[in-house]
C-alpha cells in the first residue's frame, strides 16, 4: 500500500541555518503530495502542495519539488527562524481515493 | 471562517469506561476524517465521512471504536471500553467536496488528547 517515509528528528538548528527535511514515498501512479505543519498547541495546517511531477510547492520560504523519479518531496528552506519550531510532516494522498496518508513527522527546533 | 473545533481537548479516562470525542467541521465541508497518532508516530487514518455516510472506513482498530455523523454536521468517535493503547491524539479534519478532491488540502482541528490509565 501507499506509504510516506520522512526523516527521523528531532532535528536541532541555529537561527538562519539551511533546512532539509527528507520526504520519499511510495505509490502507483501520480499521487498528490503535501507538507503540513503543526505549532505548538496548534492542530495542522497546510504549508505546501504539489500535484504533478516536477511541480514546486512553495509557502512562507519553504519549498518542496516533486521528483517523481527519486520519489521524493523533500521540503527546504534558506533560511530558518525560531517561529518555525514545530513538527513538519509529508503526506500523500492517490489519484484513486480520498485518503491521505502521513508520515511520522519530524520536529524541528531553531535555537535564536 | 470558523475552523474545524474538536471537543474535548483532553480527556483522561481508566481503562474500561468510555469516551466520546467530537469534531465539528467547517460548515459546508461535506468530507469529514478522523485521524489518530499515538506515541510521536505517524498520524493514522481511521474513517471518512461523505456527509452523513461513511465513505472509508478501513482504519478503523476494531469494534470498540464507532464513529457517527448524524445529519451530515458534527461527528462523533465514541471508544467503548477503551484500553491502554487508544492513548493518542485524535484528529479530526474536513475539506469540500470538489472535483479534485484528492489534491484538495484537509482542515485540521486542534485534537484531542486521550489517554488511558
Known amino acids: 500500500g501507499d506509504s510516506v517515509t520522512q526523516m527521523e528528528g528531532p532535528v536541532t538548528l541555529s537561527e538562519e541555518a539551511f533546512l532539509t527535511i527528507n520526504c520519499t514515498y511510495t505509490?502507483?501512479?501520480?499521487?498528490?503530495l503535501f507538507w503540513y505543519v503543526q505549532y505548538p498547541g496548534e492542530g495542522l495546517q497546510l504549508l505546501l502542495k504539489a500535484t504533478k511531477a516536477d511541480d514546486k510547492g512553495s509557502n512562507k520560504g519553504f519549498e518542496a519539488t516533486y521528483r517523481k523519479e527519486t520519489t521524493s518531496f523533500h521540503l527546504e528552506k534558506g533560511s530558518v527562524q525560531v517561529s518555525d519550531s514545530a513538527v513538519y510532516f509529508c503526506?500523500?494522498?492517490?489519484?484513486?481515493?480520498?485518503?491521505?496518508?502521513f508520515g511520522a513527522g519530524t520536529r524541528l527546533f531553531v535555537k535564536a | 471562517e470558523a475552523g474545524v473545533t474538536q471537543f474535548p481537548s483532553h480527556s483522561v479516562i481508566e481503562k474500561g469506561q468510555t469516551v466520546t470525542l467530537r469534531c465539528d467541521p467547517i460548515?459546508?465541508?461535506?468530507?469529514l476524517y478522523w485521524y489518530r497518532r499515538v506515541m510521536g508516530k505517524e498520524i493514522k487514518f481511521l474513517l471518512h465521512f461523505v456527509k452523513e455516510s461513511k465513505q472509508d472506513e478501513s482504519g478503523m482498530p476494531n469494534n470498540r471504536f464507532l464513529a457517527e455523523r448524524t445529519g451530515g454536521t458534527y461527528s462523533t468517535l465514541k471508544v467503548q471500553p477503551a484500553e491502554l493503547e487508544d492513548s493518542g491524539v485524535y484528529f479530526c479534519?474536513?475539506?469540500?467536496?470538489?472535483?479534485?478532491?484528492?489534491?484538495?488540502?484537509?482542515?485540521f482541528g486542534n485534537g484531542t488528547r486521550l489517554t488511558v490509565t
Open positions: 479534519a474536513s475539506s469540500p467536496w470538489t472535483g479534485s478532491s484528492y489534491n484538495s488540502p484537509l482542515h
Open positions: 460548515s459546508g465541508h461535506d468530507n
Open positions: 505509490a502507483t501512479g501520480y499521487p498528490s
Open positions: 503526506a500523500l494522498r492517490g489519484t484513486g481515493g480520498f485518503k491521505t496518508i
